[in-house]
Antibody
Framework: ELQLVESGGGLVQPGGSLRLSCAAS????????MHWVRQVPGKGLLWVSR????????NYADSVKGRFTISRDNAKNTLYLQMNSLRVEDTAVYYC???????????WGLGALVTVSS | EIVMTQSPATLSVSPGERATLSCRAS??????LAWYQQRPGQAPRVLIY???SRAPDIPARFSGSGFGTEFTLTISSLQSDDSAVYYC??????????FGQGTKLEI
């Protein structure tokens, strides 16, 4: 069964750091692009970052560029998102998602809540 | 950045009827559009990709159409568990991948 499970969310103070993980199973992880998408509770979806199957290329939304780093460990079937210099406006549920061959997202993980507050 | 605009914001439809949701792109995206369903408390799931191709295990009641800048998601024979927020997403010109603001469907 295809499955993505995020972990590492929690409460952090503004300016702090947090690392999210996404454990993948049920598919050949090292052949797929992976993404992070976030959602402020009650609001819409915002794409955050993308990484290619071998980790050689990454992209970021302007709002997180220079603060967030996406990476992956194909030996562990795990995707990461290192979040530094966190801001209150980064508070959201963070989903990892597998990239479809065309550019859609399927499936999605259950999400990890990140709360940035003093 | 391509801006995706969905309408209406909220749609109330009776069980058994049909719902039509719209999505407009600020510039042409060819057929590079996906639709997602997000039920309360759940993660989004893909319904449609390539503007009109149903994802695996998605019932035939869900259909997508459109090309260029105007797209439609049609849900026929509405059921109570179709109550959800529906999002469109373009993957024609990225980064960034962009989503519409969502349409809340009430049954």
């Amino acid at each position: 069964e295809l499955q993505l499970v995020e972990s590492g969310g929690g409460l952090v103070q503004p300016g702090g750091s947090l690392r999210l993980s996404c454990a993948a199973s049920g598919f050949t992880f090292n052949t797929h692009w992976m993404h992070w998408v976030r959602q402020v509770p009650g609001k819409g979806l915002l794409w955050v970052s993308r990484i290619t199957s071998d980790g050689s290329e990454t992209n970021y939304a302007d709002s997180v560029k220079g603060r967030f780093t996406i990476s992956r460990d194909n030996a562990k079937n795990t995707l990461y998102l290192q979040m530094n210099s966190l801001r209150v406006e980064d508070t959201a549920v963070y989903y990892c998602a597998r990239g479809g061959w065309g550019g859609w997202f399927d499936p999605w993980g259950l999400g990890a809540l990140v709360t940035v507050s003093s | 950045e391509i801006v995706m605009t969905q309408s209406p914001a909220t749609l109330s439809v009776s069980p058994g009827e049909r719902a039509t949701l719209s999505c407009r792109a600020s510039e042409t995206i060819a057929g590079n559009l996906a639709w997602y369903q997000q039920r309360p408390g759940q993660a989004p799931r893909v319904l449609i990709y390539g503007a009109s191709s149903r994802a695996p295990d998605i019932p035939a009641r869900f259909s997508g159409s459109g090309f260029g800048t105007e797209f439609t998601l049609t849900i026929s024979s509405l059921q109570s568990d179709d109550s959800a927020v529906y999002y469109c997403q373009q993957y024609h010109n990225w980064p960034p991948y962009t989503f519409g603001q969502g349409t809340k469907l009430e049954i």
